[in-house]
């Protein structure tokens, strides 16, 4: 079953953005779980067609038994024929979306049953900016995203807007970007040049992860690189925010993709999908660009 | 489900995706070992995989040996052998 998680700083929009998917038919066929920090649930009276709400923790930590509880509940009725192939769960604001992946491919049952979507993250075009500068959270959601979602694009001037884009750009250059009003998926709108903001050094996270884009020259072999890559994530996995990229093996194009330590399983992409070969970006601190090159060519070439 | 121990068989481990015929895997087992012997050299470490024995040996210039599952339990045996993780960065700086 496929597990699309949608995350999002408090008030970013997530239910309004899941309310209108539901609303126009594109989730249809999926089971919706919401999450919420509180123990007074409100989103369920948003949306109807909510399966599950866990209220009282966030799933990522104090509710995190429960959120599994539910999840193996559903894996539970597929394996007993009920037709559910695709799962929502929207994540209270103050989830780390690579919190819950782990969580859930820690678990014995859930790792047999569950497929990884997308991650999905919704940013506030209004107060986005204000809380990747203040508070690591959000950041961090922002660098675990695939897809990121901008709401409320209507109520934010062209310069503000171009302004924060800039700035997610430079903490994630490689997600996908949508635009949203109320849900609704618009186009792009035109916007001036901006510069990213200077996001100040926060002194919980240490200075700030860093995107570096490493080439992975065609021929190398996949086992070298991930036998690399492992003990680089168990060394560092804790400063290597995100890892991303598409590799050339024989088994056909793998989609490589790490939250922290956490390794999503390599999906085999078709090969005419858009993404770039052989290369990978890594999202981190604690180290050089130039450093991650060397140690590259030293381990994976094997280069002197 | 293994029939020897009755646990459910884990789901393997993200680096052996990527090989398709019996052929590609084994060559990966080779370069797997090949570049663990690699990282593992500078500290006095070495590693075989493959063989009789199931899972990866780890063993000492000493010749003491351990058996670990897969690689990650093979970085969290070094991590307590060095008593701090085997870090790639670290060693080419």
Redesign the interface.
């Known amino acids: 079953m496929r597990l699309t998680i949608l995350g999002g700083y408090l008030g970013a929009g997530k239910t309004t953005w899941l309310r209108h998917q539901l609303f126009s038919g594109a989730l249809s066929d999926a089971v919706v779980l919401v999450n919420e920090a509180a123990r007074t649930p409100v989103d369920d009276a948003l949306l109807k067609s909510v399966s599950c709400v866990l209220s009282g923790g966030c799933a990522c930590c104090d509710g995190r038994a429960d959120m599994i509880a539910a999840l193996r509940d559903l894996a539970d009725q597929k394996s007993q024929g009920r037709a559910l192939a695709h799962v929502v769960l929207e994540t209270s604001g103050l989830a780390d979306p690579g919190a819950i992946i782990a969580a859930v491919q820690d678990d014995?049952v859930l790792?047999?049953h569950v497929r990884f979507d997308p991650i999905r993250v919704v940013v506030d075009a209004l107060h986005g900016l204000a809380q990747l500068r203040d508070e690591p959270l959000a950041r961090r959601q922002v660098a675990s995203a695939d897809i990121l979602t901008l709401t409320k694009c209507d109520s934010a001037s062209p310069v503000e807007l171009a302004r924060l884009v800039a700035t997610l750009r430079s903490l994630n250059p490689d997600a996908d970007l949508g635009f949203s009003e109320l849900g609704r998926d618009v186009a792009p709108p035109d916007l001036p040049d901006a510069r990213p903001e200077v996001l100040p050094h926060l002194a919980e996270e240490g200075p700030p992860p860093v995107p570096m884009r490493l080439t992975v020259p065609p021929g190398t072999?996949?086992?070298?690189l991930?036998?690399?890559l492992?003990?680089?994530l168990?060394?560092?996995g804790d400063d290597l925010v995100r890892v991303k990229g598409v590799?050339r093996?024989?088994?056909g194009r793998?989609l490589l993709q790490t939250v922290r330590r956490i390794?999503?399983?390599?999906e085999i992409l078709p090969e005419d999908s858009a993404a770039q070969d052989n290369v990978l970006i890594f999202i981190g601190r604690g180290?050089t660009h130039d450093?991650?090159e060397?140690?590259f060519a030293?381990?994976?070439l094997?280069e002197d | 489900m293994c029939n020897a121990c009755g646990f459910p068989a884990r789901p393997g481990v993200w680096t052996e995706a990527g090989s398709e015929t019996a052929m590609d895997k084994m060559r990966a087992q080779l370069m797997q070992g090949a570049v663990i012997n690699r990282l593992l050299r500078p500290y006095g470490l070495m590693a075989s995989d493959g063989g009789h024995v199931p899972g990866i040996q780890l063993s000492t210039l000493t010749g003491a040996t351990t058996i670990v599952d897969d690689l990650p339990s093979l970085w969290e045996e070094v991590e307590r052998q060095l008593g701090r993780p085997l870090d790639p960065i670290v060693a080419v700086r």
């Open positions: 014995p790792v047999h072999d996949w086992s070298a991930s036998v690399w492992s003990a680089l168990h060394a560092r590799v093996t024989p088994a793998l390794v999503q399983r390599p180290f450093e991650l060397r140690s030293r381990f994976v094997g």
